[in-house]
């Protein structure tokens, strides 16, 4: 029973879908939770599903970076522009973005819940912006 459980989650995980049995321990400590304790509002299911509302050349510090790939996103705490007053990096702070899984099919980090911030090219946050 527990392996077809395990199997039936594996499955169910790469179709997109979260196992409810095995990750509803989990409370609140994602990064979509993140963006909805601080703005009470998100957009629907997960961070890879968000739609951009606004170019990157219109990002400014409160918008939210949609991290497609990683089915991440993030608050723009800053924007780094270079000599000719571009926008190259913002710096995003979240929930869960860590360097060790501590729960890899529920996609929980050793980040989980706790706020860190990191620099990143504007060109490399491959799901756009949304401003809530």
């Keep these: 029973m527990k392996i077809f459980f395990i199997n039936c989650c594996i499955l169910l995980f790469f179709n ?8 509803n321990e989990y409370k609140r ?5 993140y ?11 997960d961070a890879r599903y968000w739609k951009r509302n606004i ?8 918008d939210i970076a949609i991290f497609k790939n990683e089915n991440y996103v ?9 000599m000719n007053d571009r926008k190259k ?10 360097n060790k899984w501590v729960d890899y099919l529920c996609r929980v ?3 989980f819940g706790k706020t860190n911030n990191r620099r990143v090219k504007i060109k490399d946050v491959d799901g756009g912006f949304w401003r809530p």
């Design 29 to 33: 400590g994602y990064s979509t939770d």
């Design 89 to 98: 990096f913002v710096i995003v702070s979240s929930w869960n973005r860590g």
């Design 109 to 111: 980090t050793n980040k």
């Design 16 to 23: 997109s879908y979260l196992c409810a049995y095995e990750c």
């Design 55 to 62: 170019k990157s050349s219109q990002v400014k510090k409160g």
């Design 74 to 82: 993030g608050i723009v705490k800053s924007i780094i522009k270079d």
């Design 35 to 45: 963006i909805r304790v601080l703005y009470k509002k998100t957009q629907q299911g």
